[in-house]
């Protein structure tokens, strides 16, 4: 094992050899300063010192000042003042200004000898500390970064699930195909505008893609009619809202994208299904997609009429503000120019594009 350390500063030559001996005969490596600037020079080129014996009186920077220019630069390096002068005054200033210990001239090897093992019993301590700390934060960090790729995996899976869910979906109503991966792109982006953070995006982006999951319970008569549905035949297709969050409130990691599933034919003026919600009543999530769901539907084409300009589907977002749509949400999408829904529409139609791509 390495020696210990200790530098000795004294002005008194005599004294700094008999310390230096005696440390040195008790297996101590012993360095020496003849003043304190002297020692500040040794410690900042030799930080492996692990206590200081000090004089208090030297001409020059005295022991006090050392100390505290010690305890700023060398925090937790234990000082061991010493002094010929008896004054239980110096003695209180020197431990409140951070001394580990305190020893009157003249002193026995005995006192010298207990009073620096205690000193680099501290010191040891205090790096076996330092260091079981670091390697603790090194543990940590590890497995921190492995839990969240194991998270980010997770994620993926999640994400790739859902595709597979749209999917299904898509192969049963090839008149909206797509519609679930481009609304789920305005979507977000609609959502990032109004200020929504990454973690409750990706909550919505699910609920988003998955609205109209409920229909894969809707009967292929009414599904895919082509002409215009009759009263209760519209009775059933509501119901995809409710069907819809009963199968996606049931998967745990979907439970909070389900509201958005139940809620998103709700009007902000309360006039939508199927429970009425009003206003605030209807989940945030829920009144960003209703603006993307509109602005997506009447920019495609269907079989019964050819899809609308983006600024015209603008134009009537803005004019069903307050009734259909929540106001301020409204005049956020109305702040994004028309080239951006542009480009997010053609990038979302392009193959392979993913619908969580753009988290």
């Known amino acids: ?22 440390l040195e005969n008790s297996g101590y490596a012993a360095a020496t300063a003849r003043n304190a600037d002297e020692a500040i020079e040794m410690l900042s080129q030799d930080p492996t010192c692990s206590a200081v014996l ?13 100390l505290d220019r010690i305890a700023t630069d060398h925090p937790g390096l234990p000082v061991v003042m010493f002094t010929a002068v008896h004054d239980v005054h110096v003695a209180t200033d020197a431990f409140r200004r951070g001394a580990f210990d305190y020893l009157l001239k003249p002193f026995e090897h005995t006192q010298l000898e207990s009073a620096v093992a205690r000193a680099v019993e501290h010191h040891r301590n205090l790096r076996q500390n330092l260091a079981y700390r ?3 934060e090194e543990i940590i960090s590890a497995r921190t970064g492995k839990l969240r790729s194991t998270m980010q995996d997770l994620e993926r899976s999640y994400d790739i699930t859902i595709e597979a869910m749209g999917a299904a979906l898509d192969l049963r109503d090839e008149e909206t195909e797509g519609h679930s991966r481009r609304v789920t792109a305005y979507t977000v982006s609609l959502a990032r505008a109004v200020g929504i953070n990454e973690q409750q995006l990706r909550i919505i982006a699910r609920g988003a893609f998955l609205h109209d999951i409920g229909k894969i319970a809707t009967p292929d008569a009414i599904l895919l009619k ?14 995809h809202c409710q069907s819809g ?4 409130r049931k998967i745990p990691f979907l439970s909070e994208s389900a509201e958005i599933v139940y809620a998103h034919q709700e009007c902000y003026d309360g006039t939508g299904y199927p429970r009425g919600l009003k206003g605030d009543q209807i989940p945030l ?9 509109a602005l997506d539907a009447m920019t495609s084409d269907r079989p019964y009429r050819k899809a609308s300009s ?7 977002i803005a004019r069903c503000s307050g009734a259909q749509f929540d106001p301020s949400i409204v005049r956020v999408f109305l702040n994004i120019p ?17 619908a969580f791509s753009t988290l």
């Open 310 to 316: 983006i600024a015209s589907a603008r134009a009537e």
């Open 54 to 66: 000090s004089d208090i009186n030297m001409p020059g920077t005295d022991g006090l000042a050392l």
């Open 338 to 354: 028309d080239e951006s829904w542009i480009s997010l529409r053609e990038r979302s139609t392009q193959p392979g594009f993913a």
């Open 226 to 239: 082509p002409g215009r549905l009759n009263p209760d035949e519209m009775a059933i297709m509501r119901q």
């Open 134 to 136: 670091q390697h603790l």
């Open 245 to 248: 969050y009963e199968i996606v």
């Open 285 to 293: 999530g829920a009144r960003i997609f209703a603006i993307a769901d």
């Open 1 to 22: 094992m390495l020696q210990e350390r200790i530098l000795v500063v004294d002005d008194e030559a005599a004294i700094r050899g008999v310390v230096a001996t005696l």
